[in-house]
C-alpha cells in the first residue's frame, strides 16, 4: 500500500502530494523532522512557523529553503553540550543542510565567530 501511494507521488502515510525529493507530504516531513530533532511530533506547525517567520531563508546565508531538500533544523545551542535544551523548541532555527553538518556542534554565535575567522583570514 506505502510503495504504490509513493509510486503515485503521494505521501507514504497519506494520500496528499510528497514533497518533490521526499516521498512524504509537508505535514509527515514537519513531523519527521520534529520527531528527530525535538523527540516528538507535536512541535510540526511551530517548526513550520519558524520556517515561515525566517521566510524559508537560511539564518546564516539568506538562502533559500525547500522542506525536504535543501533545509535543515538547526539548535541554537548545541544538543551534546546543552543536554537540557534538546527538546527545547525555542532553540532551533531553519539553516541549510551543508552550513548544519559544518556547524555541527558550535553554538550560533561560536559558529559567527569562526565564520568572521575564516572570511579575515581569506581577504
Known sequence: MRKARIDKGL???CLI???ECSYL???HWY?????QNLGTIKYWEQLKTIAEKQHYKCIYTDELLIPAFNMSLDHIKS???NPELKNCITN?????KQINI??????HDEFIILCKK???STK
Open 25 to 27: 507530504c509537508e505535514k
Open 118 to 120: 575564516i572570511t579575515k
Open 11 to 13: 505521501c507514504k502515510y
Open 17 to 19: 502530494e510528497s514533497l
Open 92 to 96: 532551533v532555527q531553519w539553516d541549510n
Open 31 to 35: 513531523q519527521r523532522v520534529s520527531y
Open 102 to 107: 559544518i556547524k555541527n556542534e558550535l553554538s
Open 79 to 81: 544538543r551534546k553540550r
